[in-house]
């Protein structure tokens, strides 16, 4: 029985009732006698590897049962579970025949994290450059900002290899609880958390963790709201990075839904039952403060872009600071 599909359809509902699902199935007639992954290598113009995997994850379906048996031969009417973009007019901000670069949303992932995810910058990233195309690093949901894309497999290659490399540069823009007037740096090592039964954060300081290196630079103090506007530079790329080191410091950034927070909040959060004038109350802001501001690399020329969103006029996110409740310990 199709049980992936029937839970698919029932977590891609919206509020008005209508179905939002970038996963679409659909029926197709496989004319001839073939190995079910080269009918899905011919069809979605795939590599056997590719293929392979979509049969691996039950998305092949004969007689509304999944087929895993991806060297078997198949005929007949099959149905395919399969992404299809749907773009809502997210156009690059800038772009050369290799890559793209977004303005990403707060609030909008990157990926589709389930099946039944209504709209992720994958649609736009696929409607552009086609189903080769992909995002070649990380940004957290909430965090808004420069995101990188290639729109082929060399480049894609090219440009993760050029972030594990640590040869394209990023620098982000935070709005953080407190006063920072000095410059200063974090090299606090960073260990994944692996029992959340204590704490809901992802990572933590420890010294048995990975090496990580932020700069910080702060830019503006708003007296009223009680809050500073810093300049972030990461060395390195671990999880959660930035928030991590600025909670450390005892500033965490305004509207972090886990770092600052209570165990109860975060769960609630994470639970998605927090309501919007708790966040705004126990995190400080509306959404996570934290905006992906530029990227700096070479490919074939030097390139260096900047985001084009005011992010440091976006104070009206900001809670005021009489009303938040933090829990910096």
Known sequence: MDIFWTLFKKRSINKKGEAEMPFVKEKFTVAEKMPAFVFIMRTFNMSQGQAQRVISKGRLLIGKNSFFRSGEHIEGEVEVVYFKPTSQGNLPLFHTKDFMVFEKYSGVLVHPNTMATPYSLLDEIRTIAGDDANAVHRID??????????????????????????????????????????????????????????????????????????????????????????????????????????????????GDPLYGTTFKTANDYLEEILSPEDRMKETGASRLMLHAHSLTFNMGAKFHIESKSDFAQMKDLICKKERRVFNTK
């Open 141 to 254: 949901m909430e965090t808004s900002g420069l995101l990188l894309a290639s729109k082929h497999k060399h480049s894609e290659s090219f440009l993760k290899s050029a972030f594990e490399a640590r040869n394209i540069q990023k620098s982000y823009l935070a709005w953080v609880d407190g006063k920072l007037t000095e410059p200063f740096s974090s090299k606090e090592r960073i260990k994944v958390n692996n029992d959340y039964s204590q704490s809901k954060h992802k990572v933590f300081i420890s010294e048995e963790g990975k090496a990580s290196h932020t700069d910080f630079i702060p830019l503006e103090y708003d007296e009223t709201l009680d809050a500073t506007l810093v300049a972030c530079y990461p060395h390195t790329g671990r999880t959660h990075q930035i928030r991590v080191h600025l909670f450390h410091v005892k500033h965490p950034i305004l």
